[in-house]
């Protein structure tokens, strides 16, 4: 049987915004091809191992997690390779036109699945948020691959569609609805927060699949991490302006998020001036 077509769109696509907005909203998901080079995913994979032995990065102790998986969490925290993923603008586009103005960077989160791995249970994302479902995007999850995803190393598994249905759990039933985000080194998954997904089993023997996590939730939702204490400020200080801002060092709505009615960028010695909040508003 033939497999079903991906939904795929390159990084260099004049109308690549629309169409990942039209894709996501639709089926769920998008792959973005061509979103970083060979070099770019080596130097990442290194970084990773690096990572790894410093912080004795050990594997899961839980099925979802995976027994054969490791994982490290707040990456943003580790080295500049993986904070310029975050702020790449062929992405934060995208996501801005499913999320709105003001998201917020919700967690970075390598996942490094090793031989033997079997199939993570099929979730989604935005579990947490009680909103009735179906309901528009408050989350988006954006799965790199480092290393080339296929359906024998544990390519992530999704369910088309199922963003638009009610429950937050698959249930039974939806077996034969099931793709692979088959992906070459380099390409993006887009997940819309509510589309069912799940890691993939790796039935290797010696293929690493490489990956990182990375997602965004709409400025007014909780983040997963708790980035702003997981990181010093003095050292985040020093990030890129638009990197601080998805942290949480910025208003939503131009008064959430306020620090004592001045803009929290001011904390980090930046040119901000501490304009308070209401003035700005025209209140009192």
Request: aromatic share 6%; with cysteine; proline share 5%.
């Amino acid at each position: 049987m033939d497999r079903p077509t991906l939904n795929t769109v390159s990084a260099d696509a004049s109308d690549l915004v629309a169409r990942v907005e039209s894709l996501v909203e639709a089926d769920g998901y998008a792959i973005i091809h061509n979103v970083i080079d060979d070099d770019a995913c080596h130097q990442l994979i290194a970084e990773i191992d690096r990572v790894e032995r410093a912080f004795d990065i050990t594997f899961g102790q839980n099925g979802f997690e995976g027994f054969e998986t490791r994982r490290i969490f707040n990456l943003i925290a580790r080295g500049p390779s993986f904070r310029d993923l975050v702020i790449n603008q062929t992405i934060l586009q995208s996501i801005e036109g499913l999320l709105g103005e003001d998201f917020l960077l919700s967690g970075t989160t390598s996942m490094h699945i090793g031989p033997g791995e079997t199939i993570q249970p099929l979730h989604s994302d935005d579990g947490m948020i009680t909103l009735p479902r179906p309901h528009p995007a408050t989350m988006v999850t954006t799965l790199w691959a480092l290393s080339t995803f296929t359906s024998e190393n544990g390519a992530t598994r999704l369910i088309p569609g199922s963003h638009k249905l009610k429950g937050i759990t698959p249930g039974s039933g939806h077996e034969d609805d099931i793709l692979l985000a088959e992906m070459p080194a380099g390409s993006v998954l887009i997940l819309h927060g509510s589309t069912w997904h799940g890691g993939g089993a790796n039935t290797t023997a010696q293929v690493d699949r490489y990956g990182l996590s990375i997602q965004y939730v709409a400025g007014w939702c909780r983040q997963q991490q708790n980035l702003m204490l997981g990181t010093p400020r003095d050292i985040v200080a020093s990030y890129p302006r638009r990197l601080q801002e998805l942290i949480g060092y910025s208003m939503y709505r131009n008064v959430m998020g306020h620090v004592d009615r001045a803009h929290p960028l001011s904390l980090l010695g930046t040119d901000i001036k501490p304009e308070m909040v209401w003035d700005k508003l025209g209140r009192t």
